[in-house]
């Protein structure tokens, strides 16, 4: 459940506070930490399906979150796509969200990605901090909102279920960024 601090902040800030409700993002006080994307990255290395292995999240937010989340990166002639599918934990429906992705420096792993086809105000940026291409990448969001954040830190790997070595290497690149590891929860993976 929220801290006290956590339910102040949103009384004080309801638009990131719903926010953090759905898309089921963290929201704590202070702003979001120096990170970087890797300076060497190579799109066409990472292109193709990830198995989205444990997120941050609270355990409020787990209870609800989608099970078996899945995300599909494509490129066609410099145009990017990103397919998100999961299952709805309640409705056991599928839930598929396709965005348009940018990645404005060739060599950065750093992406924008917008998932409602409206520029204006739906980008989201997403910066890898870590990636080996065949087994695992973090993957780190964050936005500061009045004086707290609201950050989503992932670790995708191309097996569904990985090896306990591959999430050493992705735990290694949490722990070099300083970010908490302790708040990660696994994806529910069970009947995928
Ligand atoms: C990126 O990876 C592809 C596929 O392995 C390779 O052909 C290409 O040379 C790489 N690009 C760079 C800039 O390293
Ligand atoms: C991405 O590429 C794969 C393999 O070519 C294809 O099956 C899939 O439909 C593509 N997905 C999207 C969102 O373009
Ligand atoms: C994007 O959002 C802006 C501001 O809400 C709105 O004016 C515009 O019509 C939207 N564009 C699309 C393509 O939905």
């Known amino acids: ?3 006290s601090i956590q339910v102040s902040l949103c009384l004080l800030i309801a638009v990131g506070c719903y926010q953090a409700l759905v898309q089921a993002q963290l929201f704590e006080r202070g702003n979001c930490p120096e990170v970087k994307a890797i300076p060497d ?3 066409s290395e ?3 399906k990830w198995y989205e292995n444990r997120k941050t999240i609270s355990n409020f937010q787990n209870r609800m979150a989608q099970r078996c989340v899945n995300v599909q990166f494509n490129e066609t002639d410099g145009k990017i796509v990103v397919k998100n599918s999961g299952i709805q934990r309640f409705t056991r429906r599928n839930i598929v969200l396709s965005g348009n992705a940018r990645h404005p420096d060739a060599t950065k792993g750093e992406f924008v990605v917008n998932f ?3 520029a204006s105000y739906a980008d989201e940026k997403f910066l890898i901090l870590g990636t080996d291409y065949k087994s ?4 780190w969001s964050c936005v500061n909102v009045g004086p707290a954040q ?3 830190l992932w670790v995708h790997t191309r097996d569904p279920n990985p090896s306990s070595e591959t999430i050493e290497m992705a735990l290694d690149v949490v722990k070099r960024n300083a970010l ?3 708040k990660l929860r696994m994806t529910n ?3 995928c």
């Open 150 to 152: 609201l950050y989503n």
């Open 41 to 43: 990255f190579n799109l």
């Open 116 to 118: 409602l086809g409206n």
């Open 46 to 48: 990472y292109v193709g």
């Open 180 to 182: 908490d590891e302790t």
């Open 136 to 139: 695992y990448s973090v993957l």
């Open 189 to 191: 993976r069970r009947n």
């Open 1 to 3: 459940m929220m801290s």
